[in-house]
């Protein structure tokens, strides 16, 4: 660069705990729970908060349970019919 300082706009995603978290965040946990079976259609009904959420109760679940208890919290939080 040119000397010349660049900044960029961060976009947040406010938690239920109230705080404000980087979307880069937001994406990781899509990618997460992507990782590990939960249909595109459905994160994409589930709001940024939960996905965290979701994300971070998976990264605390056993690797060999994690598909299984994903969908089970999908159907629990009312966003999987299945």
């Not at 010349?4 to 706009?9: H, P």
């Not at 971070?56 to 598909?67: F, S």
């Amino acid at each position: 660069m040119s000397g010349r300082l660049r900044f960029w706009r961060v976009n947040h995603v406010q938690l239920k705990q109230g705080g404000f978290v980087d979307e880069s965040i937001s994406v990781d946990a899509k990618r997460i729970l992507l990782r590990y079976g939960a249909p595109i259609a459905v994160l994409d009904k589930v709001p940024d908060a939960a996905r965290i959420e979701l994300a971070r109760t998976i990264a605390r679940t056993p690797l060999a349970e994690r598909t299984k208890e994903l969908k089970r919290l999908l159907k629990e939080g009312g966003f999987t019919q299945d």
